[in-house]
């Protein structure tokens, strides 16, 4: 089994066993079970069918699922044979965006829509020069869901670690920014200046329930 910590957990599988760990009427065998078919990629058929020896074992190689992620902000993020460049600075990211961010935060369930907002606070990148180096490609806004897909697929502790370093950057610039953020949202949107700032305002307060206590990161290095 190649999963060893929470850096070997890919977006989509956290989401899968937050989800489980918060079901009610799992017993302890249960989770396990469940576990190892979301971590391993097996049916609970399959997860049966192995000895209890089997079992113990690997029960104690993924025995990490029930310690908190330990997120790390990356510049870049590699998945699916492609990369992505995170952006840290609120002020590149275009109106559009900002409001889909807010979109994404204000669900009922920030976990089952991490891969989404991350999906806002990237883009895309292409080899040039013979694949010797990468550049910033254009970001579509078309092909969000497919940004957001892509993620679902890296290291949680990449992504999560990106998503709140973002946060951190963005609420502690928040009121600075204020009158740029909303003069950005006033170009090409069908909003009055009172709707703007209530759209910046309400992400800032969104974005300050995505970030656990203990995972508030110093905002200075990659931004």
Known sequence: MKTKSWKDV??????????LYTEEG???????????CILM???????????????????KQ????????????QRYIDVNGKRYRCI???????????IETKVFTGMSSVNEQL??????????????????????????AAKHSEYADDLLSASITDVLGS???????????MWNLKTYLV??????????????????SNLCSDLVGIISPSWYQDTRGLS
Not at 10 to 19: F, G, I
Not at 88 to 98: F, K, T
Not at 189 to 200: F, L, N
């Open 10 to 19: 890919n977006v989509a599988q956290w989401q899968d066993l937050t989800k």
């Open 41 to 59: 990629n097996k049916t609970e058929h399959e997860v049966d069918s192995f000895s209890m020896s089997q079992i113990n074992d690997y029960a």
């Open 88 to 98: 840290y600075d609120v002020r590149r990211m275009p109106a559009a965006r900002y």
């Open 26 to 36: 799992n017993t302890n065998l249960d989770l396990i079970v469940k576990s190892l």
């Open 183 to 200: 003069m950005t949202m006033l170009q090409g949107q069908k909003m009055t200046p009172t709707q703007a700032e209530e759209v910046v």
């Open 62 to 73: 993924i025995a990490f699922t029930h310690e908190e992620v330990m997120p790390v902000a």
């Open 115 to 140: 891969h989404k907002i991350a999906a806002c606070m990237v883009v895309p990148q292409k080899r040039v020069f013979g694949f010797l180096w990468y550049v910033d490609d254009v970001y579509d």
């Open 163 to 173: 998503v709140i370093f973002f946060c951190n950057v963005y609420i502690n610039s």
